[in-house]
């Protein structure tokens, strides 16, 4: 039987937020009459005691401010964020598919309850679904030896939601077109360029044969892209034991928190973003200029996740070399890299369709500032029933509304608008996200202060997080004020920072990710309209990542049983959000921005001298120009703090706001970089070998990597080029920061 959510028992843990709620009511009304003080006295001295009273108003108003930021931690509520996410994974939720409406409406209905006015923002965009699969194992004379089975099977021991196998979608890759090949089989690693690197001096060649990768190190779209450029004819992609049932001693799900022997990693293996038709442009559901799917770059070879049951008969037919020892996984087998003699047989149809996507958002409008955006962002659409991936991170979104929500009766609002949206269809490539920032490009452009992503909000202990560097402080700053959810003493702050290392002045301080990966909904607003972003997460990895056992059991045995890291993702996710909308000044530290910027440029330096560059070719516009951006964000910070401690009128502070805002925005540049130009960011993107990971200057490495070793001229006037396009972006960005016309 379940339980009625509505029915539970308050838990100790909301009980003394309540206590808290009746003293903000308190301290609202108190609040009011202050106002109404106020007011008199203006009316009687208007001019003389202006200047003291608007200094006295203020600091009353920051006071009131951060008594609203205390109440919204003190709001924190475990069960909100369980009832909510046992609700959204109760169903598969494929995007484009009836059940992921639903979570649509749900999301709309649970927003409207708490007063956030949400609405629907709708697109139609190309999907793929599996209609046909099958993978057989032949002897070397091509006779069948096996039919892979291809089917994830219920562990048992749970409550895994609704239903089993049997109401997820089949494995598949999202894109992967259809075929029907046959081939040698040649076992590939990782599926990096190193690996084949590796296979090459080993004699292995992979021209017409099917590779056979483990998953684990890059982004599947580029294993799938890195076996097409090698002439392969498909690539099937498994989870080897090593790397997703690491300690078989432990078992697998439910007896521990390991994925299955029959459990498979869906995904994507498009490389691009947003809908493959309408690159850089909105495919809005009444018209759109659509590209044919031929010119979209999708995948040209087809490929399919397996499990390590399915796996293991290939591998074990495998003659040829030994692998290299680093290529061993978790089967008690000798591991061998084929070409052949054994051969598969792979016929795969696909549905690649126009589907429906539904995003849905919500807002609180600022009070003096309505035309300036906080967002926060996190996508709602699953491969299965989604508990880790993303709902944890859907259930944190509606706590925070909850909470939200609650402030606003108390009589709260903010300085700025506060959006919060729930993004379709991110798991084939943040679509529901792209198309909207595609379609609101230029009010974004114009008023976006942040956005703030999460999307796995929880798969296990411990924080991380990425950030463009202006908002590294921020974010910092706010893992103080919210306790650790696992060792129930000291803050967030204090056990990130433990995990980091040890810096130069003998102490550790917490490691900041960057987001030039393509692995969430930040891309879009990163490298299209140039929003400083955060995304953060509890949780490095977590094993059963895309698979049918991502469900409700798993996360309330080894996710997280008493919800409290959800809440603890909810109090920082939302108090970045809350100071970022009521500060008056924003708190975004550019001099973070150009330390890093430093990094990256002695890197390029380290990169030339190692691709013994000519002498010609030179950082030295970059060294000139970083050393402008460092003074650029001194005066920024000098600025925002004279203004801090000064009486301070809208005007002057939004002068100053707008060019904290907007000096990210001049990293972007049309041309974009090279070979990937939907990315426009001339700071951080992808790197070429892992669309997961991020990478600085992406377009000056990229062209030293061409380069390399080369003594061909055209090479190496390109990498100076891209040395001088950066350049450019970093005095652009100081010009903003400085607010003055040349
Ligand atoms: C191929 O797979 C489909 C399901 O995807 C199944 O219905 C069909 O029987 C399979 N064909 C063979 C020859 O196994
Ligand atoms: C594997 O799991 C067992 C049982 O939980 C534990 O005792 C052992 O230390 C683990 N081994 C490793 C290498 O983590
Ligand atoms: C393709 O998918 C769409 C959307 O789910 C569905 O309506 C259609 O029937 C599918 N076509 C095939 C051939 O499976
Ligand atoms: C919420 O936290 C309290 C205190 O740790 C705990 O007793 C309770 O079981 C938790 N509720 C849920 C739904 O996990
Ligand atoms: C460096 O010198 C070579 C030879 O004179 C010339 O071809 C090349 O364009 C120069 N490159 C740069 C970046 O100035």
């Given at each position: 039987m379940e339980e009625d959510p509505s029915s539970s028992t308050t838990s100790p843990l909301c009980r003394i937020r309540q206590a808290r709620h009746k003293q903000i009511l308190r301290h609202c009304l108190l609040n009011a009459l202050f106002i109404l003080l106020g007011a008199i006295l203006i009316a009687l001295s208007a001019t003389l005691i202006d200047r003291s009273l608007s200094a006295w108003s203020r600091r009353r108003e920051s006071i009131s401010s951060q008594r609203f930021h205390a109440a919204f931690l003190d709001l924190a509520c475990n069960t909100t964020v369980d009832r909510h996410l046992r609700e959204l994974t109760r169903h598969p939720h494929v995007a484009g598919l009836p059940r992921d409406f639903a979570t649509a409406e749900y999301v709309f209905s649970a927003l409207q309850s708490y007063g956030l006015a949400p609405h629907f923002a709708d697109y139609s965009v190309l999907l793929s679904y599996p209609v046909e699969r099958n993978l057989s194992l032949l002897h070397p004379?091509?006779?069948?030896k096996l039919e892979l089975s291809l089917r994830e099977e219920d562990?048992?021991?749970?409550?895994?939601?609704?239903?089993?196998?049997?109401?997820v979608i089949s494995s598949y890759h999202a894109y992967s077109p259809s075929g029907d090949v046959q081939g040698e089989v040649v076992y590939v690693n990782y599926g990096r360029s190193e690996d084949y690197q590796e296979l090459e001096l080993l004699g292995v060649d992979v021209r017409g044969a099917i590779v056979l990768a483990r998953y684990g190190q890059i982004f599947r779209g580029d294993i799938v892209e890195n076996a097409a450029s090698r002439g392969a004819v498909a690539a099937i992609i498994f989870s080897d034991p090593g790397d997703y049932?690491?300690?078989?001693?432990?078992?697998?799900?439910?007896?521990?928190s390991w994925l299955t022997p029959t459990g498979v990693q869906r995904g994507t293996?498009?490389?691009?973003?947003?809908?493959p038709l309408t690159p850089g442009w909105p495919s809005s559901t009444a018209n759109a200029e659509r590209i044919p799917e031929s010119r979209?770059?999708?995948?040209t070879i087809p490929s399919l996740p397996i499990s390590a049951r399915d796996a293991r008969p290939i591998l074990e037919s495998l003659g040829g070399k030994v692998a290299p020892?680093?290529?061993?996984?978790?089967?008690?087998m000798e591991y061998r890299t084929g070409r052949g003699p054994a051969k598969l047989r792979f016929h795969y149809v696909a549905n690649q369709t126009l589907a429906s996507i539904r995003n849905v958002l919500g807002a609180i409008k600022g009070y003096?500032?309505?035309?300036?955006f906080i967002l926060l962002g996190n996508h709602r659409?699953?491969?299965?029933?989604g508990a880790v991936d993303p709902n944890s991170g859907t259930a944190a979104l509606l706590e925070i509304a909850s909470r939200l929500g609650r402030l606003v009766r108390a009589g709260w609002k903010p300085r700025r608008t506060i959006v919060l949206a729930s993004w379709d269809?991110?798991?084939?490539?943040?679509v529901g996200s792209t198309e909207w920032v595609e379609e609101n490009l230029d009010l974004l452009g114009a008023r976006a202060v942040a956005y703030l992503n999460v999307d796995c909000?929880?798969?296990?202990p411990g924080f991380f997080a990425g950030a463009t560097p202006q908002l590294d402080d921020l974010l910092v700053d706010v893992t103080k004020e919210v306790g650790d959810?696992?060792?129930?003493?000291?803050?967030v702050y204090d056990s990130w920072a433990s995990r980091s290392p040890i810096g130069g002045g003998g102490k550790s301080s917490p490691t900041v990710d960057r987001l030039?990966?393509?692995?969430?909904?930040f891309v879009a607003f990163l490298q299209r309209a140039g929003v400083p972003a955060v995304d953060m997460y509890f949780?490095?990895?977590?094993?059963?990542?895309?698979?049918?056992?991502?469900?409700y059991d798993w996360m309330k045995r080894y996710g997280d049983p008493l919800f409290h890291r959800h809440v603890a993702v909810s109090s920082i996710w939302g108090l970045m959000a809350l100071r970022l909308a009521d500060?008056?000044?924003?708190?975004?530290?550019y001099g973070s921005y150009a330390t890093q910027a430093q990094v990256y440029g002695n890197a390029v330096e380290d990169a030339l001298r190692a691709a013994k560059?000519?002498?010609?070719?030179?950082a030295s516009p970059l060294r000139t120009s970083l050393a402008s951006f460092v003074e650029g964000a001194k005066q920024a910070g000098h600025d925002s703090k004279k203004l801090e401690r000064e009486i301070s009128l809208l005007l002057p502070r939004r002068t100053l706001n707008d060019r904290l805002m907007l000096?990210?925005?001049?990293?972007?540049?049309?041309?974009?970089?090279?070979?990937?130009?939907?990315?426009?960011?001339?700071?951080y993107g992808p790197s070429k070998n892992n669309g997961y990971q991020s990478e600085a200057f992406p377009a000056v490495l990229d062209a030293i990597v061409e380069a390399?070793?080369?003594?061909n001229p055209d090479k190496w006037d390109a990498v100076q080029h891209q040395i001088w396009r950066v350049s450019r972006v970093l005095e652009r960005a100081t010009l903003v920061l400085r607010g003055e016309l040349t």
């Open positions: 004379d091509g006779s069948l562990p048992g021991g749970g409550d895994g939601g609704g239903g089993g196998p049997a109401a049932a690491a300690n078989q001693t432990q078992g697998y799900f439910p007896d521990s293996v498009f490389q691009g973003n947003g809908d979209a770059g999708l995948p020892r680093g290529w061993r996984g978790g089967f008690a003096e500032e309505p035309d300036r659409d699953a491969w299965t029933f269809a991110e798991e084939f490539g943040s909000a929880v798969s296990g959810p696992d060792t129930g003493r000291g803050s030039g990966g393509t692995d969430s909904d949780g490095k990895s977590y094993p059963v990542y895309h698979s049918l056992y991502d469900n500060c008056l000044v924003l708190p975004f530290n560059a000519p002498h010609n070719v030179t000096a990210e925005r001049a990293f972007l540049e049309e041309g974009g970089i090279p070979g990937r130009t939907w990315h426009k960011h001339l700071i390399s070793g080369s003594t």
